[in-house]
Nanobody, 119 residues
Framework: QVQLVESGGGLVQAGGSLRLSCAASEKIFGLNAMGWYRQAPGKQRELAAVVTSDGSTNYADSVKGRFTISRDNAKNTVLLQMNSLKPEDTAVYYC?????????????WGQGTQVTVSS
């Protein structure tokens, strides 16, 4: 069973930076998009950033210009560089990997890593 292992969360002051990392425990066949989602207390999980297998990226409007997503296809890893952090970025951040085959699409999720931004 493939597992996504996240690291890099923590507590930071507003204006600071953090880098999140997510690595798959084994090769994911048919790996397509990889992304980061976040869920703040009392809110629904939302997309923060996603990168496709060809390197195309998409960001939530709230993080554009501050967050940068990147991936290493050979290592099945995805990074999220977060700069100029704001208190409203506080959330649990989840890594997601999408695997596509001719028959189905399967999504893998990490366990989540807490990011707390103090004002």
């Amino acid at each position: 069973q493939v597992q996504l292992v996240e690291s890099g969360g923590g507590l930071v002051q507003a204006g600071g930076s953090l880098r999140l990392s997510c690595a798959a425990s084994e090769k994911i066949f048919g790996l397509n998009a990889m992304g980061w989602y976040r869920q703040a207390p009392g809110k629904q999980r939302e997309l923060a950033a996603v990168v496709t297998s060809d390197g195309s990226t998409n960001y939530a409007d709230s993080v554009k210009g501050r967050f940068t997503i990147s991936r290493d296809n050979a290592k099945n890893t995805v990074l999220l560089q977060m700069n100029s952090l704001k208190p409203e970025d506080t959330a649990v951040y989840y890594c997601k990997a999408e695997a596509v085959s001719t028959l189905s699409t399967r999504n893998y999720w990490g366990q989540g890593t807490q990011v707390t931004v103090s004002s």
